[in-house]
T-cell receptor
Framework: NAGVTQTPKFQVLKTGQSMTLQCAQD?????MYWYRQDPGMGLRLIYY???????DKGEVPNGYNVSRLNKREFSLRLESAAPSQTSVYFC?????????FGQGTRLTVV | LAKTTQPISMDSYEGQEVNITCSHN???????ITWYQQFPSQGPRFIIQ???TKVTNEVASLFIPADRKSSTLSLPRVSLSDTAVYYC?????????FGAGTRLTVKP
């Protein structure tokens, strides 16, 4: 049982480059989330999708876009990466408030 | 959205019981209280969830008073491996926001 799978695990980008972080869950959950976590800080919600076909902004949406491709997949796109987006990104899914998290993507923007 | 307030850090010793309290004065009728644990370089892990009174599982207990404006996570007989950050969340579904959490350090 894979749970929540994120790809890639590590990525280095140059300023201005774009990339998409992928997330897939196999638990048939309706809700999916993207968070970022900076060193020594708590998680901050970037975007979430309460159900297939809907997406909503969280605390820190600027500089990001998301796509809920289907019930299983929720991607996060950085159109023009900036050093301030260097962080660990976590994807999660839940049916209500018991969320399951992926292993994270460590992104460095230089 | 109900905002939560937790202590930034706590220290304990192996074998002690640890209680972490979370304040959530603006909790809504439909909101549940959920606690997560996070180890370094890992995503948070669900510990326990409750709506009112007391909930107990194999890992922890959650105490919620009648007014639901606070909750207390109780970890019995902690060990070194319980050193982690603990987050309290309040909500129903959808917009799940984590605060700064409580950094628990268990000492030998």
């Amino acid at each position: 049982n894979a749970g929540v799978t994120q790809t890639p695990k590590f990525q280095v980008l140059k300023t201005g480059q774009s990339m998409t972080l992928q997330c897939a869950q196999d638990m048939n959950h309706n809700s999916m989330y993207w968070y970022r976590q900076d060193p020594g800080m708590g998680l901050r919600l970037i975007y979430y999708s309460a159900s297939e076909g809907t997406t909503d902004k969280g605390e820190v949406p600027n500089g990001y876009n998301v796509s809920r491709l289907n019930k299983r997949e929720f991607s996060l796109r950085l159109e023009s990466a900036a050093p301030s987006q260097t962080s660990v990104y976590f994807c999660a899914s839940s049916e209500r408030t018991e969320a399951f998290f992926g292993q994270g993507t460590r992104l460095t923007v230089v | 959205l109900a905002k939560t307030t937790q202590p930034i850090s706590m220290d304990s010793y192996e074998g002690q019981e640890v209680n972490i309290t979370c304040s959530h004065n603006n909790i809504a009728t439909n909101d549940y209280i959920t606690w997560y644990q996070q180890f370094p370089s890992q995503g948070p892990r669900f510990i326990i969830q409750g709506y009112k009174t007391k909930v107990t599982n194999e890992v922890a207990s959650l105490f919620i008073p009648a007014d639901r404006k606070s909750s207390t996570l109780s970890l019995p007989r902690v060990s070194l491996s319980d050193t982690a950050v603990y987050y309290c969340l309040v909500g129903d579904r959808g917009d799940m926001r984590f605060g700064a959490g409580t950094r628990l350090t268990v000492k030998p």
